[in-house]
């Protein structure tokens, strides 16, 4: 397994490779392989998604960049002070994440936006190098509960002592800290079961943290 936070060769994966040599022939001009993160290489806070979506961080290889999910993040992290910019166009736009990166437990597109657990746990040892990386008494933001409990099993921690819940609280190793969002998905934001308030709460308290220190 590897030590290092991102491999754009990949293909531990066989359903998600053959998935994404399939996508590269129907939209030639997409990035169509693994997305690294992006961001600032020493940012105290990170931000955990699910995985890159087709038409999104798939297409143009930064992640929630080019699909509806990316609109709520980028506004709120320009909002918090995280964003040069509170939108995010594509990897030469010149956008930079002052003291944050985004990253996903799944770095491939998988089929139907639905990674199966062996995904997600093949993934993980990526997530784990990246959360090592982090300094003491960073903040990360799990968008979704597959996100938040692959940070939890990178960490080596029990699930059943940190329970995903919106805007949920937990202690991390190394005074970090895990705050739980609902995904800015289409569906999330438009069912209104994660609105502009909620999310920005989650963002405000991150920053909260950080500024304390």
Known sequence: MSETA???????????AGFLDEVKLQYP????????????????LLVVGLAPGMHGANATGRPF???????????????????TRAESLSMDDGLELPDCRITNAVKCLPPQNKPVGAEVSACRDYLAAELSQLPRAAVVIALGSIAHKSVVAALGLRQAEHAFAHAAE????????????????RYNTQTRRLTEPMFDAVFSRARRLLDEG
Do not use: K, N, W
């Open 65 to 83: 960049t080019g699909d509806h999910a990316g609109i709520l993040l980028y506004q709120t992290l320009h909002r918090h002070g995280f964003a």
């Open 29 to 44: 001009h997409y990035h169509a392989r693994p997305v690294p993160p992006f961001g600032d290489p020493r940012a105290r």
């Open 170 to 185: 937990h202690a991390l190793p190394r005074e970090m800290t895990l705050l739980d969002s609902y995904h800015c998905s």
């Open 6 to 16: 991102f491999d754009i060769e990949c293909r531990r994966c066989p359903r998600l």
